[in-house]
């Protein structure tokens, strides 16, 4: 079993930066792959950027390549997402994800309870 718990979210304006954590418990957490996904206000859960358990490989979404970074701690057990020049559009809660699969929501295996981000214009 593993849990995860985010954290770093709030209230930003445009242009200003945050970083996410997620903070994971479980022996198997160091074994899978670990993502970011996010849901705004009426509209569907989306990926935002997985990073490999062995934090060799990283991929992104399109909207955010370039303005976020995902890494990982293994030895302290916690998942970073690094925003930078953020939108109004980022808005939205932000979800921590682990599994055999950290791109598509379907194969995800665990998720956290979100952390909610919001930016001003």
């Known amino acids: 079993q593993v849990q995860l718990v985010e954290s770093g979210g709030g209230l930003v304006q445009a242009g200003d930066s945050l970083r996410l954590s997620c903070a994971a418990s479980?022996?198997?957490?160091?074994?899978?792959?670990m993502g970011w996904f996010r849901r705004a206000p009426g509209k569907e859960r989306e990926f935002v950027a997985a990073?490999?358990?062995?934090?060799?490989?990283?991929s992104y979404a399109d909207s955010v390549k370039g303005r976020f970074t995902i890494s990982r701690d293994s030895a302290n057990n916690t998942m970073y997402l690094q925003m930078n020049s953020l939108k109004p559009e980022d808005t939205a809660v932000y979800y921590c994800?682990?599994?055999?699969?950290?791109?598509?929501?379907?194969?995800?295996?665990?998720w956290g309870q979100g952390t909610q981000v919001t930016v001003s214009a």
């Open positions: 994800a682990a599994g055999n699969n950290a791109v598509v929501a379907n194969l995800v295996n665990y």
């Open positions: 479980g022996r198997t957490f160091r074994t899978y792959a």
């Open positions: 990073i490999t358990w062995t934090g060799s490989s990283t």
